[in-house]
Nanobody
Framework: QVQLVESGGGLVQSGGSLRLSCSPS????????IGWFRQAPGKEREGVSC????????IYEDFAQGRFTIAGDKAKNLVNLALNNLKPEETAMYYC????????????????WGQGTQVTVSE
């Protein structure tokens, strides 16, 4: 079965850190570019970061640059997203999806989605 499964979400205090993982099944993590997205209650979904392991390309949205780190682990078939210095307004469901990971509008292209993992940042 071809799917993406996210894990690693949870409750963290403001300024804290989490590491999210995106695990593809049915295909290798370097077969497609993988992107991370998030959607907060009452807000539109937005792109966070993406990685194309095969082409060595990484893109971060401005708010993620310097605080979040995306990385691929081919041995474990995972894409990880390290979230540092989290803010309460970043409470959201975080999703991974296949994407093209190219250009500033990369977040507008997504194919296969995971179910999401909840990140809650308390004051």
């Amino acid at each position: 079965q071809v799917q993406l499964v996210e894990s690693g979400g949870g409750l963290v205090q403001s300024g804290g850190s989490l590491r999210l993982s995106c695990s593809p099944s049915g295909f290798s993590v370097d077969s497609y570019a993988i992107g991370w997205f998030r959607q907060a209650p009452g807000k539109e979904r937005e792109g966070v970061s993406c990685i194309n392991i095969k082409e060595g390309r990484i893109i971060y949205e401005d708010f993620a640059q310097g605080r979040f780190t995306i990385a691929g682990d081919k041995a474990k078939n995972l894409v990880n997203l390290a979230l540092n210095n989290l803010k309460p307004e970043e409470t959201a469901m975080y999703y991974c999806a296949t994407t093209f990971c190219e250009g500033r509008n990369w977040h507008r292209s997504a194919g296969l989605w995971g179910q999401g993992t909840q990140v809650t940042v308390s004051e």
